[in-house]
């Protein structure tokens, strides 16, 4: 006989029998199984993502971090380079304002103040009655006052004013002018008393400038400027060894300078006494508003 066994026959068709899926038993696998190539595959990829986040997140910190040190860097360096130019600039303000002590204004006065011992001794020179001597006297004279109508203006124009210029030009005014009237009296050919009322008016005025400076300026009148005019041109007249008419000349414009001397002393006393009024009432009613 031929028969096949029934096992053996059963066997076979288990083994050709579908899944209930339709799936062959043997290619069917358990749910829920992983696969371990692909798991391996998978942890590989997200390992290698986590890296590249990592390193890009690091790459940007450290990006920022150098960004932030180099702002750093720049304020920093921004900041000591303005300092230094800061310093600088400072410094080259002190180095111009030194410098500007030695303008053409002021220089013109420190040229006035040496004329002064120049024309004492130019003056008093050979017993000072030789007309060749006062002559060269004269010269010193006149140069001085030309020079005192410049430097003020040159100052004014060009802004060349300085705390020097303020102190010395003043003194310098006096002092020729003083020098002058002294020597002439000394010597005989002015009054003295001609030589007090102009010198105590000079010095008078003076000293009452600095006493009002706090309420204010006084400032220079046209009357006071033609007293300066006249006086230089009377006094120069003196130094001169003149005779005949023009020695006549010369006692009319110092008479003249006299009473321009006088009239604008008085009206700078009455300039000053107002203008202090003024600042203390100024300060009481700044006062009255301070306590309110």
Same mark, same amino acid.
């Given at each position: 006989?031929?028969?096949?066994?029934?096992?053996?026959?059963?066997?076979?068709?288990?083994?050709?029998?579908?899944?209930?899926?339709?799936?062959?038993?043997?290619?069917?696998?358990?749910?829920?199984?992983?696969?371990?190539?692909?798991?391996?595959?998978?942890?590989?990829?997200?390992?290698?993502?986590t890296d590249q986040g990592t390193t890009d997140q690091g790459t940007t910190d450290r990006g920022t971090?150098?960004?932030?040190?180099?702002?750093?860097?720049?304020?920093?360096?921004?900041?000591?380079?303005?300092?230094?130019?800061?310093?600088?600039?400072?410094?080259?303000? /002190?180095?111009?304002?030194?410098?500007?002590?030695?303008?053409?204004?002021?220089?013109?006065?420190?040229?006035?103040?040496?004329?002064?011992?120049? +024309?004492?001794?130019?003056?008093?020179?050979?017993?000072?009655?030789?007309?060749? =001597?006062?002559?060269?006297? =004269?010269?010193?004279? *006149?140069?001085?006052?030309?020079?005192?109508? +410049?430097?003020?203006?040159?100052?004014?124009?060009?802004?060349?004013?300085?705390?020097?210029?303020?102190?010395?030009?003043?003194? /310098?005014?006096?002092?020729?002018?003083?020098? *002058?009237?002294?020597?002439?009296?000394?010597?005989?050919?002015?009054?003295? =008393?001609?030589?007090?009322?102009?010198?105590?008016?000079?010095?008078?005025?003076?000293?009452?400038? +600095?006493?009002?400076? &706090?309420?204010?300026?006084?400032?220079?009148? &046209?009357?006071?400027?033609?007293?300066?005019?006249?006086?230089?041109?009377?006094?120069?007249?003196?130094?001169?060894?003149?005779?005949?008419?023009?020695?006549?000349?010369?006692? =009319?414009?110092? *008479? /003249?300078?006299?009473?321009?001397?006088?009239?604008?002393?008085?009206?700078?006393?009455?300039?000053?006494?107002?203008?202090?009024?003024?600042?203390?009432?100024?300060?009481?009613?700044?006062?009255?508003?301070?306590?309110?």
């Open positions: 006989m031929t028969g096949v066994p029934a096992s053996a026959a059963g066997g076979s068709s288990s083994a050709r029998r579908t899944g209930p899926r339709g799936t062959s038993g043997a290619a069917q696998e358990p749910v829920g199984r992983t696969n371990p190539g692909s798991a391996l595959e998978r942890g590989a990829a997200e390992r290698a993502a971090t150098d960004r932030g040190t180099t702002g750093r860097g720049s304020a920093e360096r921004g900041s000591t380079e303005g300092g230094a130019a800061g310093r600088g600039g400072k410094i080259a303000a /002190a180095a111009v304002n030194q410098a500007s002590v030695w303008n053409v204004a002021n220089l013109l006065t420190m040229l006035r103040l040496l004329l002064v011992p120049a +024309f004492v001794a130019l003056m008093l020179g050979n017993g000072g009655y030789d007309p060749a =001597w006062r002559s060269f006297a =004269w010269a010193a004279f *006149a140069i001085a006052m030309i020079t005192d109508l +410049f430097d003020g203006h040159l100052a004014r124009t060009y802004n060349l004013v300085t705390d020097f210029g303020k102190i010395a030009d003043p003194i /310098a005014d006096k002092a020729i002018m003083g020098a *002058a009237l002294i020597c002439l009296s000394a010597l005989g050919d002015l009054p003295w =008393w001609v030589t007090a009322v102009i010198l105590g008016r000079e010095l008078g005025i003076t000293v009452l400038r +600095f006493v009002v400076i &706090r309420y204010g300026v006084i400032p220079a009148s &046209r009357g006071g400027k033609l007293k300066t005019l006249t006086q230089g041109i009377a006094v120069g007249m003196y130094v001169l060894a003149l005779t005949g008419p023009l020695a006549t000349l010369r006692f =009319w414009v110092m *008479a /003249a300078a006299v009473v321009l001397t006088v009239a604008t002393g008085l009206d700078y006393v009455k300039q000053a006494i107002v203008l202090r009024r003024r600042g203390i009432a100024e300060r009481r009613a700044a006062l009255k508003e301070t306590e309110a």
